[in-house]
């Protein structure tokens, strides 16, 4: 057992961190499921505690309803995308080519870009016009004969959701590559040697020796790029302001507190958001540092 | 045996194309004149490079853009150093608990910030900091620290331990030790740490849009702005995309290795 003296000062000097933390992280979430517990709907605090009623009207909310149907396809379509694409590329740097850090440099590009950025472009290219105001991506389209991909992208009803996965997909794809590669990196050479002298072809090597060990990266992955589907904010509103149809729990939480001062209504959606985060995060968390223990 | 090159080398290319295509379209939407705009050339080459829409879109972005650097520097700099310390304790100083306090940190920087949105604006018009700079720094440093100190944690956590027991047989007490042992050999992590602040911060719209007023907007919110309005030209916006985006997009240039070291630190891989 070591002695206060020694510890007390590492205690001393990440306190202020602590205590910042645990006001503003944790102490925020109390505070806001406090509010979700009131029917404050004013910019001055005067509300009344009436228990889980915003979460009972919640459940019968139609926009939420369209919202957690728009969450839940925007996440299948862009966590699909990302992991497939990701690994393809990922696969494909690993065969040893010249440029490859040119090819990797440039998929990866997207990460530095702000969502914001991102959307304001794809928004451009993702113009739903046809006919004599066509542009952008179905421009192209038609330019060079695939006339039939010509779309209506994040305007396409009930899918277009999937529209504003596209430039999620282009922004994510690269830092999926990075985590598989780094997995297939990470794999002994010996091992895929092995397999080779057994006579085994470059696709089964991939298949039964690649894959089966990049399951904890692909874990990674998933637990990454869900949490951020699970957020998805500033890139709908630099694609398509606030609209109904492409609506998701964090425009509609940010409208009803800041735009409408319902702040009860807010913090509920807000708690409802962290739920959904935090069913994903804490049992990551719990698995890497029982892990990071053991090795 | 390995994937033919037959097909490796068009597929690359093609990816190449898939990523550089909405660059493509804002260098050459953004260098044609105002008024060469029909839609129908929006994919050629323009005929003359005229830079006035970057003249336009500086107008309308350049005190943003100065707004952003005035928040990122400060803001990545301090979270960076509190991160380092806060780093070296739990991986070299620990107190009793640090391995339990480690994730509860870190669960910090997973949250979606719509959850303590309501409180943290409540508080700052409280503390007499909301819609200005500073209390936008302060927020970024505060909602930085987990990554800062995961960041710092993993990288001392390779230091040998035998560096920081001399260091303590020599006399040297904990900040002693942190300063003259530790910090000399952290340039690395604060080079990943600083750069992964920097483009977080400079990136982010939520904190923004909610915490700043026109005077101190960022240039995300200010961007986006612009992109709203129907009576600013593609042309012009195509600029300000650009200008919004060159300072991380130089940093990540010229510092890619660096940058890469975070991204990977963010999925908790040391």
Known sequence: MKRAKDWMPGLLLTAPSLIAL?????????????????????????????????????????????????????????????????????????????????????????????????????????????????????????????????????????????????????????????????????????????????????????????????????????????????????????????????????????????????????????????????????????????????? | MKISRVLLYPALIFFLIFFLLPVYVVLVTSLKPLGDISLETMWSLPKAFDFVNYSLAWEKLGPSVINSFQLVIPASVIAAFLGSMNGFVLAKWKFPGADIVFPVILFGMFIPYQSILIPLVTTMRELGIYGGIPGLILVHVIYGLPIMTLIFRNYYASVPTELIEAARVDGAGMLGTYFRVVLPISIPAFIVAIIWEFTSIWNDFLFAVVLTGPSSWPVTVALNNIAGSQIVQWNVQMAGALIASLPTVLVYIILGRYFLRGLMSGALKG
């Open chain 1, 22 to 295: 645990a006001v503003f992280v944790y102490g925020f979430i109390g505070w806001n499921f406090r509010i979700s517990l009131t029917d404050w709907k004013a910019l001055s605090p005067d509300f009344n505690f009436i228990g889980l009623k915003n979460y009972r009207d919640l459940l019968i909310d139609e926009r939420f309803k369209i919202d957690i149907k728009n969450s839940l396809v925007f996440t299948i379509v862009f966590m699909i995308a990302c992991l497939l694409l990701g690994l393809l590329l990922a696969i494909l740097l690993d065969q040893k080519m010249k440029f490859e850090g040119l090819f990797r440099s440039v998929y990866l590009l997207p990460m530095a870009i702000s969502f914001i950025v991102t959307g304001v472009v794809w928004r451009w290219l993702m113009n739903p016009a046809t006919d004599d105001r066509i542009s952008g991506l179905n421009l192209l389209f038609t330019k060079v004969g695939l006339d039939g991909l010509v779309n209506q992208w994040h305007l396409t009803p009930n899918w277009g959701m999937a529209g504003i996965a596209l430039p999620a997909v282009w922004q994510m794809a690269g830092y999926t590559m990075a985590l598989f590669l780094a997995g297939i990196r990470s794999i002994p050479e010996e091992l895929r040697e092995a397999a080779r002298v057994d006579g085994a072809s470059e696709f089964r090597i991939y298949r039964h020796v690649i894959l089966p060990q990049l399951r904890p990266i692909a874990l990674s992955a998933v637990v990454i790029l869900g949490h951020i589907s699970l957020k998805v904010f500033d890139l709908i509103i630099a694609i398509a302001g606030k609209q109904l149809a492409l609506d998701v729990p964090a425009i509609y939480m940010w409208q009803t507190s800041f735009d409408a001062y319902n702040f009860g209504k807010g913090a509920t959606l807000a708690t409802y958001i962290l739920f959904s985060v935090a069913i994903v995060i804490i049992p990551y968390l719990i698995f890497t540092m029982r892990q990071e223990r053991r090795s």
